[in-house]
Every structure is written in C-alpha cells, then in structure tokens.
C-alpha cells in the first residue's frame, strides 16, 4: 500500500519561497503519477500542479503558472513542489496525490483521478 507524506510547510512572508516534498513509501515511485492539491477553509480542493511518472509531463492551475514548479527524484521516492513569489491567496493545506495509471492526463489537476492522498502540510503566507 502506498504511502505520502507532505513536508516543508510553514509561515513565510509574501514574496518568498518555499519547497515541499512529498516522500512515497513504494519501492518504485516511477508506477504513479503525482499530483499537488491545496485547500484553504470553507473552500473545495483545487489542484495545483501535476506530473506524469517519467518527469515529462507537467501541468499548472493559471494561478500558479510562472511562480511553481513541480519536479520529481524517483531514486529518492520523492517529488516536489518548488514555490516562489508566493502570494497570500496561496494560503492552504498543501497535499500530494498519486495515481498509479502514470500517464500525464489533461485532467490530472481534478482530484478524483488520485487513489492515494498524504496528510497535507500547511502552507502560510502572511506578514
């Protein structure tokens, strides 16, 4: 059975940077792809960003294109989510998500194609 664990959350000012990581527990993460999801209170889950399993297809929500970058070390079973220029709207818990079909879809960033959720790791931008 799969498992995701979020880490690299915290509090950081507008305008800084931050990169998290999802780490997998399977011995082969190069089977999933990977999606990140993000939900602030009282509002639904959206997608952020996703990544095929090889690393060659990528894809981002308008509202984070030109300041995320997803990335993937399937040696090292992890993925992660590099964020800059970050904005208080960008407040959220932040989750990882697999998909054990692998190929990139242009639906990846809805997250009913995701069987295995992390935890999440809470994200917050603010002065």
């Known amino acids: 059975q799969l498992q995701l664990v979020e880490s690299g959350g915290g509090l950081v000012q507008p305008g800084g940077s931050l990169k998290l990581s999802c780490a997998a527990s399977a011995f082969a993460l190069d089977y999933y792809a990977i999606g990140w999801f993000r939900q602030a209170p009282g509002k639904e889950r959206e997608g952020v960003s996703c990544?095929?399993?090889?690393?060659?297809?990528?894809n981002y929500a308008d509202s984070v294109k030109g300041r995320f970058t997803i990335s993937r070390d399937n040696a090292k079973r992890t993925v992660y989510l590099q964020m800059s220029s970050l904005k208080p709207e960008d407040t959220a818990v932040y989750f990882c998500a697999a998909d054990p079909r692998g190929l990139y879809r242009s639906s990846c960033l809805n997250h009913q194609e995701y069987r295995y959720w992390g935890q999440g790791t809470q994200v917050t931008v603010s002065s």
């Open positions: 990544i095929n399993n090889s690393g060659g297809n990528t």
